[in-house]
């Protein structure tokens, strides 16, 4: 079984719509958790970490599950610049290595 | 601050040659690591350090060597070109349980 599991998608939605991802991990001993979000042929960037009390920037809204071991990801009021691909990110044991989802892919058309 | 950075960003090599895929950083982070990127299978972890003087395998380590003899640099050599490792290759860094900052990625055509 995969470390962390997402939804490929890909979710096409229109502007200004309200879109969730979800995420599930394995290793019920990780500490850390994040979004990160990858432009088409560009480095992973830092969205935002995921507290366990759940936490806002902005239009972005992160929710943690330990006992369900999942991790959600909430985007309101979508702008076209959101379309890419959103990486569910969970530390190992060690906690330095990460563990990446595939990545959800997100559209947002006009 | 240039952060991470990674050289070089496009390679073109034979079936058999060797190289080496540079990896900096200015942050003074104790963990680097390498990633490769495919289609469809997200990002698999080769080679990581925790240290100078300390690597560890990752996921997909055959056909890779890394080694990291100060805590900025982190070359990943390929030692045998062969036409699997066509990939995206990134570099990536981080302090324990922090986040990971990534290079811009280095392009890699094994022909």
């Known amino acids: 079984r995969k470390e962390v599991e997402q939804d490929p998608g890909p979710f096409n939605v229109p502007e200004g719509a309200t879109v969730a991802f979800n995420c599930t991990y394995s290793n019920s001993a990780s500490q850390s958790f994040f979004w990160y979000r990858q432009d088409c042929r560009k480095e992973p960037k830092l969205l935002m970490s995921?507290?366990?009390s759940g936490n806002e920037d902005g239009r972005f809204t992160a929710q943690l599950n330990r006992a369900s071991q999942y991790i959600s990801l909430l985007i309101r009021d979508s702008k076209l610049s959101d379309s890419a691909t959103y990486l569910c990110?969970?530390?190992?044991?060690?906690?330095?290595?990460?563990?990446f989802g595939k990545g959800t892919s997100l559209l947002v058309t006009p | 601050n240039a952060g991470v950075t990674q050289t070089p960003k496009f390679q073109v090599l034979k079936t058999g040659q060797s190289m080496t895929l540079q990896c900096a950083q200015d942050?003074?982070?104790?963990?680097m690591s390498w990633y490769r990127q495919d289609p469809g299978m997200g990002l698999r972890l080769i080679h990581y350090s925790v240290g100078a003087g300390i690597t560890d395998q990752g996921e997909v380590p055959n056909g890779y060597n890394v080694s990291r003899s100060t805590t900025e640099d982190f070359p990943l050599r390929l030692l045998s070109a062969a036409p699997s490792q066509t990939s995206v290759y990134f570099c990536?860094?981080?302090?324990?349980?922090?986040?990971?900052?990534f290079g811009p990625g280095t392009r890699l055509l094994v022909l």
């Open positions: 995921v507290y366990s």
């Open positions: 990110v969970v530390n190992g044991d060690s906690g330095y290595a990460l563990n």
């Open positions: 942050m003074n982070h104790e963990y």
């Open positions: 990536a860094s981080s302090a324990h349980q922090e986040t990971q900052y």
